[in-house]
Structures are given as C-alpha cells and as structure tokens.
C-alpha cells in the first residue's frame, strides 16, 4: 500500500501561481511513477502531467504545457512530488489530486484525498 498526502491547494488570483505537494509513504518500493490528476465540477477526472520516478521522464497535459511543472524528490528518506502551477487560469479550478504507479504509462495505482485550487478572474 502507498499512501499519498497533498498539500499547497488554496484561492489564486489569475495570472497567479501554487506550488502544491505529495508526500509518499508506505510500499515506496513499488512507485516507479507519480502523476498528478485533476476534476472540474461537473467534469470528469483528467491527466495533468506524469513523471518518473528518477525524474528523467515527464508528460504534460497540452492545456498545460509551459505553466505547469512536475518534480520529483525521493532520496533521504523523503519521497514527494510537486506540481509547480503559474500562469493560473480560471479553467484551472478543480480538484487536484496525486497518483503514483508502477510505470510511466500506469502512474494512478493509487491515489491521496486531493486539494482545492481555485482561481478568480
């Protein structure tokens, strides 16, 4: 079992910028991806931006390309992925959840509760 814990969700100015976090805990070993996820109301859940485990690889959503990015810190015993978020837009507000996977192409084995971003005109 992996255990997934967001933080750094909150209300944004457009044209602002979050950082928002997932520490990663339990069965590590089995986490060879982490991706974050995102659900509008009224929407269905969709991929935001994925990244390997080792950092090399990453994937990003064509609506967010060049605002968003995704890291990845997993050495001292501390395991964390973040989503650096600028340039907000209204249509960024949703739901923001963290996913973590076997592989690259499977990143959303399990999931945290999800964090709140909102962005105001």
């Known amino acids: 079992q992996v255990q997934l814990v967001e933080s750094g969700g909150g209300l944004v100015q457009a044209g602002g910028s979050l950082r928002l976090s997932c520490a990663a805990s339990g069965s590590i070993a089995n986490i060879n991806a982490m991706a974050w996820y995102r659900q509008a109301p009224g929407k269905e859940r969709e991929f935001v931006a994925a990244?390997?485990?080792?950092?090399?690889?990453?994937?990003?959503a064509d609506s967010v390309k060049g605002r968003f990015t995704i890291s990845i810190e997993n050495a001292y015993a501390r395991f964390a992925v973040y989503l650096q978020m600028n340039s907000l837009e209204p249509e960024d507000t949703a739901v923001y959840y963290c996913?973590?996977?076997?592989?690259?192409?499977?990143?959303?084995?399990?999931w945290g509760q999800g964090t709140q971003v909102t962005v105001s005109p």
């Open positions: 996913a973590s996977g076997p592989s690259f192409t499977q990143p959303s084995d399990y």
């Open positions: 990244i390997s485990w080792g950092g090399t690889r990453t994937d990003y």
